[in-house]
């Protein structure tokens, strides 16, 4: 029982860590979107925002998915305990983004006329893109040094990592568009992927590895593996991105270009907000799964413990989304954007299947079955680019928060099947309680606001009682399944004593 509270409790450490780091991100990302609209105007922001996607794209094409692929060799190689074998991990990863990155580099460099072309229309930002190569280079070396701090799970350095990084690059980058103007942009790209990567280098350089010869015939061995599923989370990638694409073609030729941009700024939001808490859980949760793959009874607790504990956070926050939506619209856009409330609120259910889903899924990754995971992925981009064609032609933008529900509903269905077959996964009794009580009070509450004039007294009061209650709930769960209220004690008396 202890070992089982120890691992609920490293589940919110990691949680609360990188829950605040996402935070820290996101407020870093508004600070940066007004200083840009402010000081440069919306053409600035359109040319920053160019590069930055262009490098993005560039990056995250040609490192081959080895920012997720290679957290599974490397957290493999460290629950093994062998100093070795996580050494030749590490050096061989190096190798392998150093090798990338140069490429990456070379090949922005050499079609620099090319991309300033497709990107602007003309080759006016020719020498600004064979500058970008020097950031391309950077920001893989920096993926390769953030996946061994994420293996090795140096959660704090990690956060570290990305909070310096973020935090340093706003401070340099907006004194350079003061003075700077326009000229600033691609100076600032630059500078900010220099700061990730000198950061990262940095904190990764703390952990002490044992010097080992790996030949070149090793590295190749060593490499096959993590460029097996890292070419397969490429192809994964690549899919999502021609699904969106058509979908968004498919709402400006069906609809206007105007919803696409509704479209956009609603799962912007579910992204923005709800997005964080993924990212931040799985920062911790995919190097634990893949340490265990090798057993499926553990690969059953851990799933478990993650949905349990992952649902018992985010169905409170889901609860607020579907009562305070219209505020949230508000504060992130104006009254323009109103009409894509209903879809918000059927995207924000979808998000409490879509969260069981993803941590089910997690453990074709963690097992490195490559194939079998870009087969479950073909089937659920196809059916779900159906269902959101079929959902904005019979109903707008609601219809596309309904297909969005639908289509995480019909991939949960499909993931249960697949690892109740193939790894014997099952469901415990305690996350079943969980799901059934959340679920129907999120349910309820949507059913509420639905009902009674979303902006009355009634319903405000109505979702607010609904928030404390599903609040609540979590809070006595997870009392029992970390001592919530020990910790919180214990974080009182700490800041009582440091006051004294």
Request: proline share 1%; aromatic share 14%.
């Amino acid at each position: 029982m202890d070992e089982e509270k120890s691992s609920y409790r490293q589940i919110m450490k990691a949680t609360s860590i990188f829950g605040g780091v996402q935070v820290f991100q996101i407020i870093i990302m508004i600070i940066r979107s007004k200083f840009i609209a402010v000081l440069l105007g919306p053409t600035g922001m359109g040319i920053a925002g160019l590069f930055t996607s262009t490098l993005n794209l560039i990056a995250s094409f040609i490192n081959l998915g080895l920012g997720t692929s290679a957290v599974k060799n490397v957290s493999i190689a460290y629950s093994s305990g062998d100093t070795t074998r996580i050494s030749i991990i590490i050096i061989v990863l190096k190798r392998l983004v150093l090798i990338f990155g140069i490429i990456g580099a070379l090949f922005t460099l050499i079609l620099s006329k090319w991309l300033s072309v497709i990107t602007f229309g003309n080759e006016d930002y020719t020498i600004a893109f064979a500058w970008i190569s020097l950031a391309v280079l950077f920001k893989n070396i920096t993926t390769g040094q953030l996946v061994i701090l994420q293996g090795l799970r140096k959660i704090k350095y990690l956060a570290k990592a990305n909070l310096f990084g973020s935090f340093l690059g706003l401070v340099i980058t907006i004194p350079l568009y003061y003075f700077y103007g326009l000229d600033a942009i691609v100076p600032g790209v630059i500078i900010t992927a220099l700061l990730g990567f000198l950061l990262s280098w940095y904190f990764s350089g703390k952990i002490g590895i044992i010097k080992v010869k790996v030949s070149k015939k090793r590295t190749l061995e060593e490499s096959k593996d993590m460029l097996s599923m890292g070419v397969m989370l490429s192809l994964s990638g690549l899919m999502v991105m021609t699904s969106a694409y058509i979908v968004r073609v498919f709402i400006s030729t069906t609809g206007t270009l105007s919803d696409v941009g509704l479209y956009n700024a609603g799962f912007a939001i579910i992204n923005t907000y709800v997005g964080l808490i993924f990212t931040a859980m799985a920062t911790d949760y995919y190097p634990r799964l893949s340490s265990v793959a090798h057993n499926n009874k553990l690969c059953k607790a851990t799933i478990n413990n993650q949905v349990e504990l992952s649902f018992l956070i985010i169905a409170p926050i889901i609860i607020v989304f579907i009562v305070f939506i219209d505020w949230v619209i508000m504060f992130m856009y104006s009254t323009k954007f109103e009409g894509i409330d209903e879809m918000v609120r059927w995207a924000a259910i979808a998000m409490l299947f879509k969260i069981i889903s993803w941590a089910i899924a997690f453990i074709l990754l963690a097992k490195g079955a490559s194939k079998l995971f870009l087969i479950n992925e073909i089937f659920a981009n196809i059916y779900n680019l159906v269902l959101s064609l079929l959902g904005y032609y019979y109903g707008g933008l609601t219809g596309l928060g309904i297909a969005f529900l639908i289509g995480y509903i019909v991939y949960l269905i499909h993931v249960i099947i697949l690892t109740k077959r193939k790894y014997d996964f099952t469901f415990s009794n305690k996350f079943k309680e969980i799901f059934l009580v959340q679920f129907s009070l999120a349910l309820c509450c949507f059913i509420l606001i639905k009902i009674l004039d979303k902006d009355s007294l009634y319903s405000y009061f109505g979702g607010v009682l609904f928030i404390i209650i599903s609040s609540w709930y979590s809070y006595k769960k997870m009392d029992e399944l970390i001592g919530l209220k020990e910790i919180l004690i214990s974080i009182k008396d700490k800041i009582n004593i440091r006051r004294e």
